[in-house]
């Protein structure tokens, strides 16, 4: 069966280290929880940093220590967000890509996010994807809401290289769609051909979306930006939610991919040693 790449969240935006303990803030915090997470199964980290107070941040040197810090520590793909945090500009949100991680998150569609809304216009989603192709980034496009992939859809229109993609479907954010099977489904059924995707729940469905991503051939996006519980009541560490969606994949009879294999699954260059 096709290798399982398990993406970990680490970070996120909208956390603050008064909801969880174990969420890295520094470049040394990041470093330690991708050795730990790739240890557990991951292949890929997506990336967002934050300042010593745990404030959310775009900026480039903090953005570049996190990346040697990860690259010193581990093998894991690097993915930088380009969500950033609410309120941030298109020139910060885009900032940290001319460090050249490998991949780079491109949201497809303003959505509601909690009370706040996530803009993503047409012209920020251009002026985003310009910066990342600039940059010879690799995009994963973030799928929040169905109308989302007719968004990317109208973008290949325009003649630019959307597709095919590896596509991540955030699904259960307060303000985009709920996560269900059937959605899922339905999201699956409209992709382009030859899209390899992923699916990120939010909460207590990320184990459940996560397995049934595992069982459909999908892969999977866990860690607490988009979840910090392992349990009721019980907080997660990164590598401990990791480790269990690798199990379960392990019993469903499907590998987890090494970080070299996911990198030959999306079709990404072998990072020479010293530029990585
Ligand atoms: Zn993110």
């Not at 519980?229 to 499907?254: K, P």
């Amino acid at each position: 069966m096709l290798p399982l790449i398990v993406t970990v969240a680490a970070v996120g935006a909208e956390l603050t280290p008064e909801q969880t303990p174990h969420l890295p803030i520094t470049p040394e915090q990041l470093g330690e929880t991708a050795a730990l997470c790739q240890a557990a199964g991951a292949s890929m980290i997506h990336v967002h940093c934050r300042n010593d107070d745990g404030s959310n941040t775009a900026d480039v040197g903090r953005f570049r220590d996190a990346l040697a810090a990860i690259r010193a520590k581990s093998d894991l793909i690097v993915q930088f967000t380009t969500g950033g945090a609410i309120g941030m500009t298109v020139a910060e949100r885009a900032g940290p890509l001319q460090l050249r991680p490998e991949m780079a998150s491109l949201t497809c569609g303003t959505v509601n996010f909690g009370e706040d809304v996530f803009e993503n216009s047409f012209p920020i989603m251009r002026g985003i994807l310009a910066e990342i192709l600039r940059y010879g980034v690799r995009p994963e496009l973030e799928i929040f809401d169905a109308g989302h992939l007719s968004n990317a859809k109208r973008l290949a229109a325009e003649g630019l290289p959307m597709f095919p993609a590896h596509v991540d479907f955030v699904l259960g954010v307060p303000g985009g769609l709920d996560a269900s099977v059937r959605n899922l489904v339905h999201l699956v059924d409209a992709l382009p051909e030859g899209c390899t995707w992923s699916v990120a729940a939010i909460g207590r469905d990320q184990l459940s979306m996560a397995t049934v991503a595992i069982a459909m051939g999908g892969h999977v996006r866990v860690g607490l930006e988009d979840n910090i519980y392992y349990s009721r009541g019980r907080l997660a560490r990164n590598d401990e939610l990791v480790g269990r969606v690798a199990r379960i994949a392990t019993e469903l009879g499907r590998p987890v991919a090494s970080p070299a294999e996911a990198r030959e699954l999306l079709g990404l260059p072998v990072p020479a040693a010293a530029a990585r």
